[in-house]
T-cell receptor, first 113, second 115 residues
Framework: DQQVKQNSPSLSVQEGRISILNCDYT??????FLWYKKYPAEGPTFLIS?????DKNEDGRFTVFLNKSAKHLSLHIVPSQPGDSAVYFC????????????FGSGTQLTVLP | EAGVVQSPRYKIIEKKQPVAFWCNPI?????LYWYRQNLGQGPELLIR????????DSQLPKDRFSAERLKGVDSTLKIQPAELGDSAVYLC?????????????FGPGTRLLVL
């Protein structure tokens, strides 16, 4: 039973355009969400996070949107750059679960020059 | 500042052989995690340490997997004996438990192939 789902295994966008990566979750106890980026042969690196008390968090070119009623979050990258090409993982933490993160299966983003 | 260090980076063994992975967390991080990542999937938690205490090992297959974190710093994860299905990337992460929703920092992982 996947509690965090990333239904698109891959996404290709043109350099300079917007990349939108989606993530759905089923556990209503999730109250904190993170996005990690992973390059080949490296570990995941933290990108941006959002608490359930917010619906938007922005950091430079990266913005995460949270729609609690739909149990959906998305990561927007504007403008996309070739260096953004990586696997992006959505992760979630449940209330009271201390530091346990549940990860999605990832989306491979390819930004074409 | 040095990140999470893991060794070896790659390991190829035959089934039924033992294997061990080592992790050195970021200095000052008291929480350490071991994850397993299968191909095409996200990381799955195996065990979490708070200092030297294993506080969450519910996902660790205890018949063949063991872990230790002596002195609350470095940690080792062992598999004995290894099975074909253990082929995966084993990731170590650490965090500072100052607040509830702190960020976890990952090492590069150890890619294990069991033949």
């Amino acid at each position: 039973d996947q509690q965090v789902k990333q239904n698109s295994p891959s996404l290709s966008v043109q350099e300079g355009r917007i990349s939108i990566l989606n993530c759905d979750y089923t556990n209503s106890m999730f109250d904190y969400f993170l996005w990690y980026k992973k390059y080949p042969a490296e570990g995941p690196t933290f990108l941006i996070s959002i608490s359930s008390i917010k619906d938007k968090n922005e950091d430079g070119r990266f913005t995460v949107f949270l729609n609690k009623s739909a149990k959906h979050l998305s990561l927007h990258i504007v403008p996309s750059q070739p260096g953004d090409s990586a696997v992006y993982f959505c992760a979630a933490k449940a209330t009271g679960s201390a530091r346990q993160l549940t990860f999605g299966s990832g989306t491979q983003l390819t930004v074409l020059p | 500042e040095a990140g999470v260090v893991q060794s070896p980076r790659y390991k190829i063994i035959e089934k039924k052989q033992p294997v061990a992975f080592w992790c050195n967390p970021i200095s000052g991080h008291n929480t350490l995690y071991w994850y397993r990542q299968n191909l095409g999937q996200g990381p799955e938690l195996l065990i979490r340490y708070e200092n030297e205490e294993a506080v969450d090992d519910s996902q660790l297959p205890k018949d063949r997997f063991s872990a230790e974190r002596l002195k609350g710093v470095d940690s080792t994860l062992k598999i004995q004996p290894a099975e074909l299905g253990d082929s995966a990337v084993y990731l170590c992460a650490s965090s500072f438990s100052g607040v509830l929703a702190e960020t976890q920092y990952f090492g590069p992982g150890t890619r294990l192939l069991v033949l």
